[in-house]
């Protein structure tokens, strides 16, 4: 059984930053992939970014484009997602997600989820 823990969220202004951090409970990353959704009040749980772990190749949803970065730290397990230039619509619950494939940008491409963090961006 694979934990993820997520920390980093909390409220901000609008145009500020949070840096999101998801720890494995075990080295268990090196053939997966690791990724971020979100989900909002009333609305579907959506991608967010993902990293092939191995390789480091990442994938973004076209609305994060450009001011996340998702990134990971092979020696502590540990996947992250810098969110710059925030918006009232980044507002969600955050969670990191274990998957697989050559292109995990899909819910059904994950099997283990973290309990989420909550991000609240203020306008």
């Known amino acids: 059984q694979v934990h993820l823990v997520e920390s980093g969220g909390g409220l901000v202004q609008a145009g500020g930053s949070l840096r999101l951090s998801c720890a494995a409970s075990e080295r268990t990353f090196s053939y997966y992939a690791m990724g971020w959704f979100r989900q909002a009040p009333g609305k579907e749980r959506e991608f967010v970014a993902s990293?092939?772990?191995?390789?480091?190749?990442?994938y973004y949803a076209d609305s994060v484009k450009g001011r996340f970065t998702v990134s990971r730290d092979n020696a502590k397990n540990t996947l992250y997602l810098e969110m710059n230039s925030l918006m009232p619509e980044d507002t969600a619950v955050y969670y990191c997600?274990?998957?697989?494939?050559?292109?995990?940008?899909?819910?059904?491409?994950?099997?283990?989820w973290g309990q989420g963090t909550q991000v609240t961006v203020s306008s």
């Open positions: 990293i092939l772990w191995s390789i480091g190749r990442t």
């Open positions: 997600a274990r998957g697989r494939g050559v292109r995990p940008t899909t819910r059904s491409d994950y099997d283990y």
